[in-house]
């Protein structure tokens, strides 16, 4: 079977003392699949976008930022995760340096600083906990996994973690 998956990105901008994250908590529209979760910012690539690129037209766009300094994290699979089964193939940035007035809010909700040590806590994609503690990691270069999907939920987890 092919693969052809729909490319996205996620990031997550840093406060300037790198202990928050901007998160967005979706329940700006009641027909997102994402409703009532929080999630980092980021969306799928344009036909002509590298993934640098498109990171930042997604920041500019959904928070108003421009991006300084970001590094890509790693990259994260998800065969089966859209809602009719498609697959979804996401590369993961953190942002340690941008410009710009964060908005209270955009069309998918609030824009919040969430404290990192408490992200955990929040309700979010279930699948997001097998990748996001590498997110915030030092001691991980990057990692590269694939987590498959089954009618909404996670599978389970398989990769590199370098």
Avoid at 110 to 117: A, E, G, K, M
Wanted: proline share 6%.
């Amino acid at each position: 079977m092919r693969y052809t998956p729909a490319l996205t990105t996620l990031g997550f901008v840093l406060s300037p003392d790198r202990r928050q994250v901007l998160m967005v908590h979706r329940i700006g529209r009641s027909d997102d699949e994402q409703l009532g979760k929080w999630n980092g910012l980021g969306g799928k690539l344009e036909r002509d976008e590298d993934v640098w690129s498109g990171m930042a037209r997604e920041l500019r766009e959904e928070a108003g930022i421009e991006v300084a300094s970001m590094r890509l994290r790693g990259t994260v699979s998800w065969p089966g995760f859209g809602s009719d089964g498609t697959d979804v193939l996401g590369f993961i940035f953190v942002v340690d340096a941008w410009s710009g007035r964060v908005p209270d809010h955009n069309a998918e909700g609030p824009l919040v600083w969430q404290p990192i040590t408490r992200l955990a806590e929040l309700p979010m994609w279930e699948g997001d906990r097998f990748f996001l503690p590498h997110v915030f990691d030092d001691a991980v270069e990057q990692f590269h996994l694939v987590i498959p999907y089954a009618d909404g939920r996670p599978l389970g987890c398989t990769g590199t973690v370098r």
